[in-house]
């Protein structure tokens, strides 16, 4: 079973440029999670799909960020425009459970953004 | 102050020795995980313990759990230079959340 797996490894960007981080779930993974962490802090929680709803996006730090799963499927996170402060590494995670009870996230490898 | 802090911060061992690095917590949790980033790498999955459990094993890794005082500890037994990396512990709760929140994580450097 494939896991979950992230596009690109890597981006650098100019500041006030637009990056777009795509992630696929494992294959039937209703819930979808982005995390981030920034250099030398802790990896914290950007927002939570359930299928293609966001169920909870109180981690998204402003507007300059948009998630999207349309279908319900793979799921993209925009930047536009980019800040220097949103460098970082970009975890994408998703879970099949459906209480919180089971919940056990399966994480992919990343996409380190750098802004320049 | 953040749920899911790690103790220490840093921590440096020979090959051979034992690790221990600790979490700490605030609120009550469904469940409790540990995760290893190498350098410039993802996150791996370690252990899942859940809130009605007191210790897992998975080989050399033995995780507590204690919910009384909001803690759990992560134990790497005959440590080796491939364990180097950060760890992390996520939690998972109260109920009706399913974020995940990430202390800021324990550096180990296993030397040989």
């Known amino acids: 079973e494939a896991g979950v797996t992230q596009f690109p490894s890597h981006s650098v960007i100019e500041k006030g440029q637009t990056v777009t981080l795509r992630c696929d779930p494992i294959s039937g993974h209703d819930n979808l999670y982005w995390y981030r962490r920034v250099m030398g802090k802790e990896i914290k929680f950007l927002l939570h799909?359930?299928?293609?709803?966001?169920?909870?996006e109180s981690g998204m730090p402003n507007n300059r960020f948009l998630a999207e799963r349309t279908g319900g499927t793979y799921s993209t996170l925009k930047v536009q425009p980019a800040e220097l402060e949103d460098s970082g590494v970009y975890f994408c995670?998703?879970?099949?459970?459906?209480?919180?009870?089971?919940?056990?996230?399966?994480f992919g490898p990343g996409t380190r953004l750098t802004v320049l | 102050s953040q749920q899911g802090e790690e103790d220490p911060q840093a921590l440096s061992i020979q090959e051979g020795e034992n690790a221990t690095m600790n979490c700490s917590y605030k609120?009550?949790?469904?469940?409790l995980q540990w995760y290893r980033q190498n350098s410039g790498r993802g996150l791996v999955h370690l252990i899942l313990i859940r809130s009605n459990e007191r210790e897992k094993h998975s080989g050399r890794l033995r995780v507590t759990l204690d919910t009384s005082k909001k803690s759990s500890s992560l134990l790497i037994t005959a440590s080796r230079a491939a364990d180097t990396a950060s760890y992390f512990c996520?939690?998972?709760?109260?109920?009706?959340?399913?974020?995940?929140?990430f202390g800021t994580g324990t550096r180990l450097k296993v030397l040989a």
């Open positions: 996520a939690t998972s709760g109260p109920s009706g959340t399913y974020k995940y929140i």
């Open positions: 799909f359930v299928k293609e709803s966001k169920q909870d």
């Open positions: 609120t009550s949790i469904n469940n």
């Open positions: 995670a998703s879970s099949s459970g459906v209480l919180a009870w089971v919940n056990e996230q399966f």
